[in-house]
């Protein structure tokens, strides 16, 4: 399928990872620090999220047929009243019983869907960015007309990126703060060695957090995709991540039940779950992808009402690090949410920027009235 064409870039579009050379591909895209960018990424979204979503893989060739850069549309519904302060979102509900769909916002999204602290665009050194913003702004403005959406959205960059995409701004693009995200450099190559070099405080209250864990006769394990965890995430597994979802400060997209099934599938051995039980009960998961140098963790599940007694949400996130150290990477990221809790374990954070054009005026007014 092919996109839009500037003086010297072309951009092709591809629905399955098996309408695009993989060599072309891994040839401006690296796996290694950037998992998202594997193909089989792209299956995971297009197998699990609903039939309102369609992503689309990108290559931009220059004039010779060289791929030069790779990204990812993604048109998603977002609902506008996840993103409203919270005294908006009463009324809303309100709003919602006459008109279900009020809020409902179709959004074309240069990037994944799913927020998971990193751009999903990369490009082969010396690739002019000016040149690649306007066969990027075209394709995306001609998706976004023959799909109706309603905002087009370049999502997460860190601030050299988005100094680089700046010519987005002479395109009626508005830049923006979007979250903070939380990175931990791993210098070393089992957690015991990371837990060394942690201050006494630290040390003692991870102690002490493992007490409680035990103490409440509760057990942790961690497994790759391939060890059974499609049949292991059930759908009690699942609110157990909505619970969280429903406390965020901040939510952008909500994932399926199947996100964590196929991303189990897709990718069997780089794919880390860790999970807590309770007897036969799963109370606090992490889910996190790494390949190569790179590791996120994605999501996380609790219950709360088992919280206190066993600190479920310290317990799953060390042991999600764990799993991540465990692995040799070289950084993890670990959300993007404030957290001191973070800080302390030697995280550092970084914000992150969003490029947003609202196509319908009224839209507009809207983003800068209320949407944080």
């Given at each position: 399928m092919s996109g839009a064409q500037s003086d010297d870039l072309t951009c092709d579009l591809f629905t399955s990872s098996a309408d695009v050379d993989a060599?072309?591909?891994?040839?401006?895209?690296?796996?290694?620090?950037?998992?998202f960018m594997d193909l089989r990424f792209l299956n995971v979204l297009n197998r699990s999220i609903t039939s309102e979503t369609q992503t689309w893989g990108a290559l931009i060739r220059d004039s010779t047929g060289r791929p030069v850069a790779a990204t990812c549309f993604s048109l998603y519904r977002v609902d506008g009243a996840l993103m409203l302060p919270n005294w908006l979102r009463p009324?809303?509900?309100?709003?919602?019983?006459?008109?279900?769909?009020?809020?409902?916002?179709?959004?074309?999204?240069?990037?994944?869907?799913?927020?998971v602290g990193q751009s999903h665009l990369q490009m082969r050194p010396g690739t002019d960015p000016t040149a690649l913003v306007e066969v990027l702004d075209r394709t995306a403005q001609e998706l976004a007309r023959s799909h109706k959406a309603k905002l087009i959205l370049f999502k997460e960059f860190t601030q050299s990126e988005a100094d680089e995409l700046q010519s987005l701004t002479t395109r009626s693009y508005a830049c923006s703060q979007s979250v903070l995200t939380w990175t931990l450099n791993s210098e070393w190559t089992t957690f015991d060695d990371y837990y060394a070099t942690r201050s006494k405080r630290t040390r003692a209250n991870m102690r002490k957090y493992?007490?409680?864990?035990?103490?409440?006769?509760?057990?942790?394990?961690?497994?790759?995709?391939?060890?059974g965890v499609p049949e292991l995430f059930t759908d009690d597994v699942y609110r157990l991540y909505e619970n969280v979802l429903d406390r965020a400060a901040f939510r952008f997209e909500k994932v399926p039940l199947s996100f964590f099934q196929e991303l189990a599938r897709e990718f069997p051995e780089e794919s880390r779950f860790a999970f807590i039980r309770q007897a036969d009960s799963v109370v606090g998961f992490t889910c996190g992808l790494g390949t190569g140098q790179h590791h996120a963790l994605l999501y996380c599940g609790i219950d709360y009402e088992r919280n206190e007694e066993a600190?479920?949400?310290?317990?799953?996130?060390?042991?999600?690090?764990?799993?991540?150290?465990?692995?040799?990477?070289q950084t993890i990221n670990v959300g993007q949410s404030a957290d001191e809790f973070k800080r302390r374990l030697g995280c550092t954070s970084a914000p992150l920027f969003i490029f947003t054009k609202p196509i319908s005026p009224l839209l507009g007014l809207g983003f800068r009235l209320f949407v944080r």
């Open positions: 060599d072309e591909w891994s040839s401006v895209c690296d796996v290694a620090t950037n998992p009324p809303t509900e309100l709003i919602r019983r006459l008109f279900p769909r009020y809020l409902s916002i179709p959004l074309l999204i240069c990037g994944h869907p799913v927020g493992s007490g409680q864990l035990e103490a409440a006769g509760m057990t942790f394990e961690q497994r790759q995709g391939a060890e600190a479920i949400y310290f317990n799953t996130l060390y042991r999600g690090l764990a799993a991540a150290i465990d692995t040799g990477v």
